[in-house]
Structures are given as structure tokens and as C-alpha cells.
């Protein structure tokens, strides 16, 4: 197999595992529709928040997923979690 098929092929196998990119819009429906039928938004503004960093606003956005029995998607996680950071807790990743 030519060097470049190889090159075509592992591109290609590697997709799946590539980072998907967020969808801030849906992240916004998403709060909007579950988080907020429970929390306002002042919630993540408090000054005692329990989110410190990306990583805890991703385990928290997942803690809370679970314990409401959304069923959603990792992407569905990612797309929330990119909404709150942008616009409430701005933590780089």
C-alpha cells in the first residue's frame, strides 16, 4: 500500500476519536429545558461554588445528567458543559 493510502486510512480510522466539537446553541436548550426547571441561574454565580476548574464543571455537569436521569448523549454533556463555561465559569480546558 502506498505511503499516502496509509496516511488516507489511519485519517481515517482516527475520526471516530477525534475531538467532536461542541454545540453552544444546543448546550443553551439544554440548560434551559433540565437544569433550570431545578437550579436558576444564580446558581453559577454563587460565590461559594463547588466548580473550580473545567474538570469539575465536566463532573459536575455529569453528576447532575446522571442523578436526573436525562440519558444524555457524551456530546449532549459537552455541548452543556461548553455553554456554561462560556458563559458563566470561563475556565480554560
Not at 466539537?21 to 453559577?44: E, K, P, R, Y
Not at 459537552?78 to 458563566?88: F, M, R
Amino acid at each position: 500500500m502506498s505511503p499516502i493510502r496509509l496516511i488516507a486510512l489511519a485519517f481515517c480510522l482516527g475520526l471516530p476519536w477525534a475531538a467532536q466539537a461542541t454545540d453552544i446553541d444546543n448546550g443553551t436548550t439544554l440548560v434551559a429545558s433540565q437544569c433550570q426547571s431545578c437550579h436558576d441561574n444564580s446558581i453559577f454565580t454563587r460565590p461559594d461554588s463547588i466548580i473550580h476548574s473545567y474538570g469539575a464543571l465536566q463532573r459536575r455537569v455529569k453528576f447532575c445528567e446522571s442523578m436526573s436521569k436525562l440519558h444524555w448523549s457524551d456530546g449532549q454533556i459537552k455541548d452543556a458543559v461548553a455553554y456554561l463555561n462560556q458563559t458563566y465559569y470561563k475556565y480554560s480546558k
